[in-house]
């Protein structure tokens, strides 16, 4: 992905920011000025604000120019070319020098001096990577999302909160910015997303953290606004992009597969892939005719393809009508054509 700075001499050029805020943006003007408000309300000398446009077309860009003289320590890059969400994270990750990162939508916000508490929880609790609970806005209704775990201001074993696998866990919790992340988990690699996905692109990145950070806590903090039913969200449009699911929840079987205690993760991964499979199926109304085609093929070769014995047993566990719907569609056909991701 080639990608332009418009930026000249970075913020804070004679010592390392304290948080690096990765945020990126593409076609939703009439949600920047929002954005960029709260942000400047929880701007600080020792911040940096890296804006990503991924190559928006609906003047977003030009917004975003303003918005970069206006912020305090903000850096805009600009992609050449559309790489989706996971890849103008990356973007982001790697032009980040902060100790500690985080992230934002561009269509979302923030409550003013919200970063300030964020920071000082994980300085607090000096562990790798902080969840936080968050705030759900479906037009004028608001609701408190919780992570699913129930100690809250406590350093655990990440790996630890990943089972039991026919419960919600905090694994299942994958919003990005839901948190904060401090840079040695950047420099082992474990933030980056998997490049060019264009949805559930926090799902193979959220069991990698699960598997591999050493420490992570829950903290009731709230201060990022959700912001649901967004037209240009993917999780309301039924194209082919939707499909990447599939190949998120493939790489978080493959990966989970080759972990030393596969026997036991596993379950709880198959039954998460299987569970985002009858939701889908369950609206395929939503999808143009050929996705929903398209969907019903790849979900049959992606049932396939799971480990057969940990399939039955997940099978086992859900609910009847998912069951019923999921073995139906494990003895459909397959043509290689259609299944083809």
């Known amino acids: 992905m080639q990608v332009k700075t418009d930026a000249g001499v970075p913020p804070n050029v004679c010592g390392v920011p304290k948080l690096s805020v990765i945020v990126p943006f593409y076609n939703v ?3 920047v000025p929002d954005a960029l408000r709260s942000l400047r309300a929880n701007a600080r000398e020792d911040f940096e604000f890296i804006l990503v446009d991924d190559c928006s077309s609906d003047g977003t860009a030009e917004l975003l120019a303003r918005g970069e003289r206006e912020l305090p320590g903000a850096v805009l890059v600009r992609h050449e070319r559309n790489g989706g969400l996971a890849t103008a994270r990356n973007t982001g990750i790697d032009r980040a020098r902060g100790e500690y990162l985080t992230f934002l939508d561009g269509d979302d916000w923030l409550a003013p001096g919200y970063y300030a508490r964020l920071l000082e929880a994980i300085e607090g609790l000096g562990c790798d990577f902080v969840r936080t609970d968050h705030v759900r806005c479906t037009a004028r209704a608001r609701s408190v999302q919780r992570v699913p775990h129930g100690r809250r201001n406590v350093v655990l074993s990440p790996r630890a909160a990943i089972l039991p696998a026919h419960r919600s866990t905090a694994v299942d919790y994958a919003y990005a910015w839901a948190g904060i992340y401090h840079r040695r988990l950047a420099d ?3 933030l980056h997303f998997t490049d060019g996905l264009r949805t559930a692109e926090d799902r193979p990145w959220i069991w990698r953290l699960h598997r591999e950070a050493e420490s992570f806590a829950v903290t009731g903090l709230l201060g990022v606004f959700y912001r649901r039913g967004v037209s ?3 999780t309301q449009i039924g194209d082919a992009r939707q499909l990447d699911f599939i190949r998120a929840f493939d790489q978080v079987v493959a990966e989970t597969a080759a972990d030393a205690e ?4 596993l379950p709880k991964a198959v039954r998460t892939y299987c569970a985002i499979i009858a939701h889908h199926l369950a609206s395929i109304e939503k999808f143009e005719a050929p996705v929903a085609r398209k969907l019903k093929a790849m979900s049959a070769a992606a049932l ?3 480990p057969q014995d940990v399939l039955d047993e ?4 859900m609910d009847l009508e ?3 719907r999921l073995r139906r569609l494990r003895r459909r056909p397959v043509l290689a054509g259609r299944a083809a991701a």
């Open 29 to 31: 003007r009439q949600y």
């Open 188 to 190: 082992r690699g474990l």
């Open 232 to 234: 240009s969200s993917l």
């Open 262 to 265: 596969a026997a036991a993760l």
């Open 304 to 306: 396939r393809r799971m």
């Open 314 to 317: 997940a099978l086992a566990s």
């Open 322 to 324: 998912r069951a019923a």
